[in-house]
């Protein structure tokens, strides 16, 4: 029996995506999809193989090589869609893999782009390094005020390229505004959807062409593997991406694929949770006069909070925090946390810790270096309790110093 998933709500339909279909031999079936692996994929006829390369040349969604897989990846493809409500997508082994390929895949010689200057730092490498050799020239901006993306477009700007909320101090974009200006200047939008993964935002609604986003942090959600996914709305760009994704050789292991669809079963529940945990350590965090800046567009005295509430389905457990403490005290506090490890990267279970460098936050032209020290942190499935316990007594270690 097939169910008509085409009126049922999202949680609906992330529970059954990659179910595996009956056999019709057995008229059995396991409950989730085994995995699919492959190297390449074999065809019962020449006609069938030749049918295939058509659909493919065509832009269409169809198998005729391993890299592609089969459907383990299918599946994950579709949840992607789901998330972000987008009609393709394509899989790529990392978040900046997915990022660097949609990008490449749209720009040529001679072309500019705009960015956001809250993007992830490693976009800055690949514009500064990679983009430029290739004579494409980026400019990063500063477009908290939407117009003033019209003082960069130059006659050779073809796309613009943004991330909201920023990485680092997760400033909040007018993404429907800048979108609008964009496409009046036949300019295509791409957005990095790693902070909203579909559920707590997404950009494809707010008037994005293509969404990118890490698959490693809430989608997948269990900090055990990198993946990416390119989302895109309509049939716009489908042509330049399938052509891109193919010469540049993405490909994603179908066991990090079926483990990703695994993990999107429970995103909607876990982006809650730890996003209430979040707003349980802030709480605490505000009583501490060490504490001197909370970033968390879902708190209400982060000054992107309307803009939050106006264009976001959701939050995380995501926060940057400026601290008065001098550089010996925070090195103190950050080796005296138990519950937080010491890392990169984000949306997994667990609490992490980014004591990060002024370097980094320059990059966004808001922020005025006063000596305060800067951290992110990421709040997990922990009890809020343990994690509070846990930065009081880290806290009160660094002050002794
Ligand atoms: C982590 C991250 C990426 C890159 O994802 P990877 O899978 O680690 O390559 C891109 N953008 C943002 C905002 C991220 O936080």
Not at 83 to 94: H, K, M, V, Y
Not at 97 to 114: E, M, R, Y
Request: hydrophobic fraction near 40%; glycine fraction near 6%; charged fraction near 20%.
């Amino acid at each position: 029996m097939s169910i008509d998933f085409s009126n049922k709500k999202r949680s609906t339909r992330l529970a059954h995506l990659g179910m595996a279909v009956c056999d019709e031999q057995t008229i059995l079936a396991p409950v989730s999809m085994p995995v699919v692996r492959t190297s390449t994929v074999v065809f019962n006829t020449v006609e069938a193989l030749h049918e295939a390369e058509a659909q493919k040349a065509r832009g269409e969604r169809a198998t005729v090589y391993g890299r592609y897989g089969l459907c383990t990846r299918n599946a994950l493809e579709d949840v992607f869609c789901e998330l972000e409500g987008g009609e393709r997508c394509f899989l790529a082994p990392s978040g900046l893999s997915a990022i660097t390929t949609a990008i490449l895949s749209l720009v040529k010689h001679g072309d500019h782009l705009i960015c956001s200057d809250g993007v992830y730092g490693p976009v800055r490498i690949f514009a500064q390094r990679i983009l430029h050799k290739m004579g494409v020239e980026v400019d990063f901006v500063d477009l908290t005020k939407p117009e003033v993306l019209l003082q960069h477009i130059k006659p050779n700007t073809v796309g613009l390229y943004l991330e909201a909320p920023s990485s680092l101090f997760l400033r909040m974009l007018d993404l429907p505004a800048l979108s609008k200006l964009a496409h009046e200047h036949n300019l295509w939008v791409m957005a990095d959807n790693c902070w909203g993964s579909g559920v707590a935002y997404r950009p494809l609604d707010l008037g994005a062409d293509i969404s990118v986003l890490a698959g490693t942090k809430y989608v997948n959600g269990h900090s055990d593997l990198l993946i990416g996914a390119i989302v895109l709305k309509d049939e716009t760009h489908v042509q330049a991406m399938n052509t891109g994704h193919y010469a540049l050789g993405v490909s994603v292991s179908a066991d990090d694929a079926w483990l990703t669809t695994r993990g999107a079963r429970t995103i909607e529940l876990r982006m809650k949770q730890q996003a209430q945990n979040a707003l349980e350590v802030i709480a605490a965090l505000e009583q501490m006069p060490e504490v001197l800046t909370i970033y968390h567009p879902a708190y209400e005295k982060d000054p992107d909070h309307a803009l939050w509430k106006r264009d976001a389905t959701g939050s995380n457990g995501l926060m940057t925090i400026e601290l008065a403490l001098t550089p010996e005290q925070m090195c103190v506090f950050t080796n005296s946390l138990e519950l937080f490890s010491i890392g990169f990267s984000w949306g997994g279970y667990e609490c992490l810790i980014q004591w990060v460098e002024t370097e980094a936050a320059k990059n966004h032209a808001f922020w005025q270096d006063r000596g305060q020290q800067v951290a992110r942190l990421h709040i997990g499935l922990e009890s809020p309790q343990d994690v509070i316990a846990d930065l009081k007594q880290a806290l009160q270690k660094a002050l002794s110093v």
